[in-house]
């Protein structure tokens, strides 16, 4: 168990709609980073979040925007789906700002499927 | 295009044997590594990282090589077990920024009995 929490661990929803994915990091960890991981593209970064900021933007669409609270729970909202967007969407955690000396942990990802 | 990657996306071996699961990446400046294994339905899960300033490190049953020369990263497995069967990614990070990882297509291990 990484300590990483996501919920919910599957959502199937229709185009259009709008849905809002959430993440609990590890105890004490303060960065939060968002990934998709899809059939053909892997797992592609989408954003960063240190301590309630954002840091960094990866290949995060508009319709996508994520945010973290001050109790370092995070949020992804994700709007206007498309078919597309069907995928796994990760969290994971880091107690430093750059993981130069500390891996990123995992939770176990929310499917997201769009009807 | 992504800077990591892995040259066999399928690899089959003989449970006992040892594994060796390569990756290249293409960025000089990345100074950290790490590998993952992915289990179907979970997220990727930390094996083993490497600093840029080393070439080898060992955990339990896994060995992680780094030739920086060539850029090119190694992680072996040894006695297989079935439960090592999964996906295997290895991921990189650029020296500074906050970008957080960038990860390869990953290599399905497949352990034959």
């Known amino acids: 168990d990484s300590g990483v929490t996501q919920t919910p661990k599957h959502l199937i929803t229709a185009t259009g709609q709008r849905v809002t994915l959430r993440c609990s990091p590890r105890?004490?960890?303060?960065?939060v980073y968002w990934y998709q991981q899809s059939l053909d593209q892997g797992l592609q970064f989408l954003i960063h979040?240190?301590?309630?900021?954002?840091?960094a933007k990866g290949n995060i669409l508009e319709r996508f925007s994520a945010q973290q609270f001050p109790d370092l729970h995070s949020e992804l909202n994700l709007s206007s789906l498309e078919l597309g967007d069907s995928a796994l969407y990760f969290c994971?955690?880091?107690?430093?700002?750059?993981?130069?000396?500390?891996?990123?942990?995992f939770g176990n990802g929310t499917r997201l499927t769009v009807t | 295009g992504e800077s990591v990657g892995l040259h066999l996306p399928t690899l089959s071996v003989q449970e006992g044997d040892n594994s060796i699961i390569n990756c290249a990446y293409s960025n000089s400046a990345s100074d950290y590594f790490i590998w993952y294994k992915q289990e179907s339905g979970k997220g990727p899960q930390f094996i083993i990282d490497i600093r840029s300033n080393m070439d080898k490190r060992q955990g339990q049953r896994v060995t992680v090589l780094l030739n920086k020369t060539v850029k090119h990263l190694s992680l072996q497995i040894a006695a297989t077990q079935p439960g090592d069967s999964a996906v295997y990614f290895c991921a990189e990070k650029l020296g500074g920024g906050a970008d957080g990882l960038t990860f390869g297509k990953g290599t399905h291990l497949i352990i034959q009995p």
């Open positions: 105890s004490g960890d303060l960065s």
């Open positions: 979040y240190y301590n309630g900021e954002e840091r």
């Open positions: 994971a955690s880091s107690p430093r700002l750059q993981p130069n000396n500390s891996p990123l942990h």
